[in-house]
T-cell receptor
Framework: DVKVTQSSRYLVKRTGEKVFLECVQD?????MFWYRQDPGLGLRLIYF???????EKGDIPEGYSVSREKKERFSLILESASTNQTSMYLC???????????????FGPGTRLTVT | QKEVEQDPGPLSVPEGAIVSLNCTYS??????FMWYRQYSRKGPELLMY????GNKEDGRFTAQVDKSSKYISLFIRDSQPSDSATYLC??????????FGAGTRLFVKA
């Protein structure tokens, strides 16, 4: 079974703090993703990574950065947390198929972040 | 207009009913069509995916894609209380990017 774990289930931080969310996958997947999930908006892609040290911006990268120093680990960093970053954060990993498409994603349990 | 539209529900059905969940989309370049199930306080899990048009069946679940109408459906036969969850449709042109619907909450009452 693919296992994607996230460092915290619930997190409460203050405005302006630097926040680190960690994600680890154990299936040697090349691709990893960070999404946020908000009611009525679905999942929105923040960043993805297709290899160690490689990253691409998603749809809503502003206020976030990422780090991928090892293949199994993908970190999301909120440089200076703001209240509008209160959300559920989901990490996913994906193997590419033979044509390089990564439609099959495996998600972690999520981190519910509250910024006060 | 959102690229993917999905009725948020909630949808409440009695046990044993046939459930129909639907999404519409606007991007004709989508090739991969997925359905994810998300239980409360869990991450989504992939239920089924379809490449291009047509039907796909897996046990009690059937996924249908109608590219001419830009409409996809998930049918659940003989629904069970354990099917109570949020169902997310998702679509991709290929590559890395997947667009998710907002999800439909389903309640199956015993």
């Amino acid at each position: 079974d693919v296992k994607v774990t996230q460092s915290s289930r619930y997190l409460v931080k203050r405005t302006g703090e630097k926040v680190f969310l960690e994600c680890v996958q154990d299936m040697d997947h090349e691709n990893m993703f960070w999404y946020r999930q908000d009611p009525g908006l679905g999942l929105r892609l923040i960043y993805f990574s297709y290899d160690v040290k490689m990253k691409e911006k998603g749809d809503i990268p502003e206020g976030y950065s990422v780090s991928r120093e090892k293949k199994e680990r993908f970190s999301l960093i909120l440089e200076s947390a703001s209240t509008n970053q209160t959300s559920m954060y989901l990490c996913a990993s994906s193997p590419p198929d033979s044509s390089g498409d990564s439609y099959e994603q495996y998600f972690g349990p999520g981190t519910r972040l509250t910024v006060t | 207009q959102k690229e993917v539209e999905q009725d948020p529900g909630p949808l409440s059905v009695p046990e044993g009913a046939i459930v129909s969940l639907n999404c519409t989309y606007s991007n004709s370049a989508f090739q991969y069509f997925m359905w994810y199930r998300q239980y409360s306080r869990k991450g989504p899990e992939l239920l089924m995916y379809t490449y291009s048009s047509g039907n796909k069946e897996d046990g009690r679940f059937t996924a249908q894609v109608d590219k001419s109408s830009k409409y996809i459906s998930l049918f659940i036969r003989d629904s069970q209380p354990s099917d109570s969850a949020t169902y997310l449709c998702a679509m991709s042109e290929g590559g890395f990017k997947t667009i998710f619907g907002a999800g439909t909450r389903l309640f199956v009452k015993a």
